[in-house]
């Protein structure tokens, strides 16, 4: 088989030519230094001036920024599933066209579309019987490996080799660029006094054997934290982070009442410490998987008692959310928020749980609210169970639409409950007199 050519990462903008589609991966495999050469390419990739090349990642708010329009080449045309204040949206003079997809569709997507002329990504150094792990950053990657020309990969040295992650044959690669860059890395925020209040109302909706799945930040680092003494939980997730360590050390997440994967805790992405990021290299009971795994339908129904928590920037009294608008700006996407929250509502026993503070931007609006303030409305009002805030939780299943808006002014911030019912009840009235 042939082995790939080894080069410099700033030789691989002589590779990209007019008019080609390129993949680049992100996540916390995002290839920085191959990015970051193309940044410094002077007059475009390959040095062709304004000609167009188009890129397409699936850049994730918080964790990815270096494929940006502004550090690219002359000519780049970005495509992302995901809209974020880190790629310079609103820069006019570097475009970027904007897919919204859920993730599960973004994986489709990728595997079915026109083939890309070439992939960049990262992976581990090859074994000893010649195969590069993925590493801790799965998630699309194999969705577009058969899909694709020429495949060009840093192989970083840096990049854990967890035993249950996938591997692909060093034969694979067409050209290497050997790398010894850390991972970016995030610090754990301590929860405050709202996200622990909120975390103790989730925990209680929580019963022991559940699998969970749930995100990263204050919110869900406050969360996984009041589980401390559950017993039996399951853990799969299309993130893992440093807060989950202690669950699984300590014997709560241990996954033997899951109806598959039993004792393994899935994900497809960490993001956390450098010192997380070391212990997964060890840790066999940790499988990265790909997204037409870890989000699928088919999949997430299969698990028994399978928990969605995830949150969003505001939601309505009918209990429509929107998780991508903030003062008629897109500052992130669907995501994998769709996938989990319908997989949970397929799940047996399964729960769809919201999660938010009651309030934003100080305490000087409200996050439940009379109409969303954008159109684009991210969960429909069938695909959530539960809404949770600080002061209570709202159970939404099987409610009349009154009996929801009850439910969700009762737990909004004290200060807006008389507002918000006095929208409700002033909406309700114009459509009795509409009819």
Same mark, same amino acid.
């Given at each position: 088989m042939a082995m790939p050519e080894t080069i410099k990462s700033s030789d691989v903008r002589r590779l990209i030519r007019p008019g080609h589609r390129v993949f680049v991966q992100a996540g916390i495999g995002e290839p920085r230094a191959i990015i970051e050469a193309l940044a410094g390419a002077s007059g475009g990739a390959g040095d062709h001036g304004d000609a167009a090349v188009d890129y397409l990642t699936v850049s994730i708010p918080g964790i990815n920024s270096a494929l940006a329009p502004r550090h690219l080449h002359r000519g780049a045309h970005l495509h992302t599933t995901f809209l974020h204040p880190g790629l310079g949206v609103g820069d006019t003079r570097r475009p970027i066209s904007f897919l919204p997809m859920h993730y599960r569709d973004t994986y489709r997507y990728l595997q079915s579309s026109e083939r890309f002329d070439i992939a960049v990504i990262q992976v581990t150094p090859p074994d000893a019987e010649g195969f590069c792990s993925l590493g801790i950053s799965v998630d699309f *990657?194999?969705?577009?490996?058969?899909?694709?020309? &020429?495949? &060009?990969?840093?192989?970083?040295?840096?990049? =854990?080799?967890? =035993? +249950?992650?996938?591997?692909?044959?060093?034969? %694979?690669?067409?050209?290497?660029?050997?790398?010894?860059? =850390?991972?970016? #890395?995030?610090?754990?925020?301590?929860?405050?006094?709202?996200?622990?209040?909120?975390?103790?109302?989730?925990?209680?909706? !929580? +019963?022991?054997?559940? #699998?969970?799945?749930?995100?990263?930040? $204050?919110?869900?680092?406050?969360?996984?934290?009041?589980?401390?003494?559950?017993?039996?939980?399951?853990?799969? @997730?299309?993130?893992? @982070?440093?807060? /989950?360590?202690?669950? !699984?050390?300590?014997?709560?997440?241990?996954?033997?009442? $899951? %109806? !598959?994967?039993?004792?393994?805790h899935v994900t497809g992405l960490a993001w956390g410490s450098a010192a997380f990021y070391r212990w997964l290299g060890d840790r066999p009971d940790i499988a990265f998987r790909p997204v037409d795994y870890t989000h699928d339908l088919r999949t997430l129904s299969a698990i028994d008692q399978f928990v969605s928590i995830n949150s969003v920037i505001e939601i309505d009294l009918q209990g429509q959310a929107n998780a991508e608008v903030m003062n008629s700006q897109q500052v992130s996407a669907t995501g994998g928020l *769709? +996938?989990?929250?319908?997989?949970?509502?397929?799940?047996?026993?399964?729960?769809?749980?919201?999660?938010?503070?009651?309030?934003?931007?100080?305490?000087?609006?409200?996050? !439940?609210?009379?109409?969303?303030?954008?159109?684009? *409305?991210?969960? #429909?009002? /069938?695909?959530?169970?539960?809404?949770?805030?600080?002061?209570?939780?709202?159970?939404?299943?099987?409610?009349?639409?009154?009996?929801?808006?009850? @439910?969700?002014?009762?737990?909004?911030? =004290?200060?807006?409950?008389?507002?918000?019912?006095?929208?409700?009840?002033?909406?309700?009235? $114009?459509?009795?007199?509409?009819?």
């Open positions: *990657v194999p969705a577009i490996l058969d899909s694709c020309d &020429i495949v &060009i990969a840093e192989l970083n040295s840096q990049m =854990p080799a967890p =035993p +249950d992650s996938l591997k692909i044959p060093l034969s %694979t690669i067409h050209y290497r660029v050997d790398v010894d860059h =850390p991972l970016p #890395c995030s610090q754990a925020a301590e929860p405050g006094k709202t996200e622990l209040a909120i975390a103790r109302n989730v925990a209680g909706l !929580i +019963d022991d054997d559940s #699998c969970i799945q749930i995100g990263i930040g $204050k919110l869900p680092g406050g969360i996984l934290k009041e589980l401390s003494g559950h017993r039996r939980l399951g853990l799969h @997730s299309g993130l893992v @982070s440093d807060a /989950a360590q202690h669950l !699984i050390e300590s014997g709560v997440i241990t996954g033997e009442s $899951k %109806t !598959i994967d039993r004792r393994s *769709v +996938d989990f929250a319908r997989g949970a509502r397929a799940s047996h026993g399964g729960k769809s749980i919201i999660a938010l503070p009651a309030t934003a931007m100080r305490s000087t609006r409200s996050r !439940i609210v009379s109409q969303l303030s954008t159109r684009m *409305v991210t969960l #429909c009002r /069938a695909d959530v169970d539960y809404v949770v805030t600080e002061y209570g939780c709202a159970s939404l299943f099987g409610q009349s639409v009154q009996a929801r808006a009850t @439910s969700l002014v009762a737990i909004a911030a =004290p200060e807006f409950r008389d507002q918000l019912w006095q929208d409700w009840e002033n909406t309700q009235s $114009k459509r009795v007199q509409a009819e």
